[in-house]
């Protein structure tokens, strides 16, 4: 079965910290990965995604996350945090195998806490 | 930008009481998805829904559960009789296609069993 682990439960930086948070799937086969956030209060938002192509993506509000496919990972660095980037992190993963109809597999999630 | 919307946002509700849960997804999409985060877990896939039926279910949408279309906008959840291990936050999803498009997320509602 499909897993996702998320190494950080909970991350504390300073304001201009660099910010990466580990994400690793198990699954050999063709997966779609994405990173979610989630602000206190509100509802999971699409921060990036990865399907094929360029490792490297590039999401909204700064961040950005790399497909290693040899390390199973897609892990989401930011070069420099700011405090309204406090949120729950989630990575994501999901398949086109087996007639799956794209549920997501999630992570626990990683709490992010910036200190102004 | 459309949104996913969900009602209530916060349910009480009796253990061993019917509970039905309401979500107005994008209008254009067409793959729908319930998901549930018990406190302090991950989100978990309950299921999905394709062309006015269930088209995946996980191990947790047992009988208990059962999830419509009734009116071709809204789409819920029915927990038939409650749980106290049913307390969690329930998120509604939409997506216009499958797995290689974003899903949508509602705010979620938080079900509390007494």
């Known amino acids: 079965a499909q897993s996702v682990s998320q190494h950080n439960h909970h991350v504390i930086l300073s304001e201009a910290a660099s910010l990466e948070l580990g994400c690793n799937y198990s699954y050999g086969g063709t997966v779609n990965l994405f990173w979610y956030v989630q602000y206190p209060g509100q509802h999971l938002q699409l921060l990036l995604k990865y399907f094929s192509g360029d490792p490297l993506v590039k999401g909204i509000k700064g961040f950005e996350a790399e497909f290693i496919k040899s390390k199973f990972s897609f892990n989401l660095r930011k070069p420099s945090v700011q405090w309204s980037d406090t949120a729950e992190y989630f990575c994501?993963?999901?398949?086109?195998?087996?007639?799956?109809?794209?549920?997501?597999?999630f992570g626990k999630g990683t709490k992010l806490s910036v200190k102004p | 930008e459309p949104e996913v919307t969900q009602t209530p946002s916060h349910q009480v509700t009796q253990m061993g009481q019917e509970v039905i849960l309401r979500c107005v997804p994008i209008?254009?999409?067409?793959?729908f998805y319930w998901y549930r985060q018990i406190l302090g877990q991950k989100v978990e896939f309950l299921v999905s829904?394709?062309?006015?039926?269930?088209?995946?279910k996980s191990e947790i949408f047992d009988d208990q559960f059962s999830v419509e279309r009734p009116d071709g906008s809204n789409f819920t959840l029915k927990i038939r009789s409650t749980k106290l291990e049913d307390s969690a936050m329930y998120f509604c999803a939409s997506t216009r296609g499958q797995s290689n498009q974003p899903q949508h997320f509602g705010d979620g509602t938080r079900l509390s069993i007494l």
């Open positions: 994501a993963v999901n398949t086109n195998y087996g007639g799956s109809q794209g549920n997501l597999i």
């Open positions: 209008s254009n999409h067409l793959y």
């Open positions: 829904f394709y062309n006015n039926e269930i088209s995946e």
